[in-house]
């Protein structure tokens, strides 16, 4: 390999284009390889910072259940309000 002397700094600019293009792939390839091993399959970093995350989803109540619920606060509120008038 010649020395950085005996290069010219266009030389130089283009060995290190060289190098960093190199770098930058071995890069994307430990990337891809880690989301292959992490369960991310091949999805590319553009597609996933596309897609919103998913909100979890809750159970529906049954309008006995919503009833049930109600009353036995109201009983909570009750005896709370029994206890401070004593």
């Known amino acids: 390999m010649p020395t950085s002397s005996s290069l010219s700094r266009t ?25 292959r091993l992490l369960g991310g399959g091949a999805m590319s970093a553009a597609s996933s910072e596309t897609h919103a995350p998913r909100r979890r989803r809750r159970g529906k109540l049954s309008a006995a259940g919503r009833a049930a619920i109600s009353a036995a606060q109201k009983a909570r509120w009750a005896a709370l309000k029994k206890a401070h008038k004593q």
């Open 11 to 35: 030389q130089l600019d283009q060995l290190a284009q060289l190098g960093a293009q190199a770098r930058i792939q071995e890069l994307q390839n430990e990337v891809s390889a880690l989301k």
